[in-house]
């Protein structure tokens, strides 16, 4: 099986992606169910040691760039694996991301920025093929513009393919759109 690795930046929705996945995957090892259950994190070292100790199943990895990084060694050795990132590489990802901050109250660095500036290069697929040693073949992103919208068909036919799974259109639509009304309407 597959273990998918979301990496994600803050406030850009991948706890939603990862309850997407996780609601719809069958025989899925999914070992941390809430958003942030150990406070400031979403990656767990037991989510890990699962994904190595059972590549037979499917599992589901997820995190900030820094919380990916703090595991790279062990990731790296998890067999048939791939990333899903969601980017925010064009001036619309930025302008809906840092909306969205800004209704969660996120309070930006003083120095410039920092989630407009040096976090955008930490979301390119070039640098988990760098880091992890992975091919581009097991790396798709998806952008803040097409993530924050009321119908995401086209991105869950990417993923379909991607990961070659058939994921329910209608309803991962059904899902998001709670999930859209909640966070920006």
Same mark, same amino acid.
């Given at each position: 099986?597959?273990?998918?690795?979301? %990496?994600? %930046?803050?406030?850009?929705?991948?706890?939603?992606?990862?309850?997407?996945?996780?609601?719809?995957?069958?025989?899925?090892? @999914?070992?941390? %169910?809430?958003?942030?259950?150990?406070?400031?994190?979403?990656?767990?070292?037991?989510?890990?040691?699962?994904?190595?100790?059972? %590549?037979?199943?499917?599992?589901?990895?997820?995190?900030?760039?820094?919380?990916?990084?703090?595991?790279? $060694?062990?990731?790296?050795?998890?067999?048939?694996?791939?990333?899903?990132?969601?980017?925010?590489?064009?001036?619309?990802?930025?302008?809906?991301?840092?909306?969205?901050?800004?209704?969660?109250?996120?309070? @930006?660095?003083?120095?410039?920025? @920092?989630?407009?500036?040096?976090?955008?290069?930490?979301?390119?697929?070039?640098?988990?093929?760098?880091?992890?040693?992975?091919?581009?073949?097991?790396?798709?992103?998806?952008?803040?513009?097409?993530?924050?919208?009321?119908?995401?068909?086209?991105?869950?036919?990417?993923? $379909?393919?991607?990961?070659?799974?058939?994921?329910?259109?209608?309803?991962?639509?059904?899902?998001?759109?709670?999930? @859209?009304?909640?966070?920006?309407?």
């Amino acid at each position: 099986m597959t273990t998918i690795i979301i %990496p994600f %930046p803050p406030a850009a929705g991948g706890n939603h992606l990862k309850n997407i996945l996780v609601s719809d995957i069958s025989k899925l090892q @999914y070992t941390n %169910p809430t958003v942030h259950q150990t406070p400031g994190r979403n990656l767990q070292a037991s989510q890990i040691e699962t994904a190595l100790a059972d %590549p037979e199943n499917t599992h589901v990895l997820h995190g900030h760039f820094g919380e990916i990084m703090s595991y790279q $060694n062990q990731i790296r050795d998890i067999k048939n694996k791939k990333f899903i990132i969601i980017c925010n590489d064009n001036s619309q990802d930025h302008q809906l991301l840092s909306k969205r901050r800004k209704q969660l109250g996120y309070v @930006y660095f003083k120095n410039g920025d @920092y989630f407009e500036g040096e976090q955008v290069f930490l979301y390119e697929p070039f640098m988990y093929q760098h880091y992890f040693n992975e091919s581009l073949d097991n790396i798709m992103n998806i952008s803040i513009s097409e993530w924050f919208v009321e119908d995401i068909t086209s991105v869950i036919n990417r993923i $379909n393919y991607f990961l070659k799974i058939n994921l329910n259109v209608d309803a991962v639509n059904k899902l998001h759109k709670v999930w @859209y009304s909640k966070n920006f309407k």
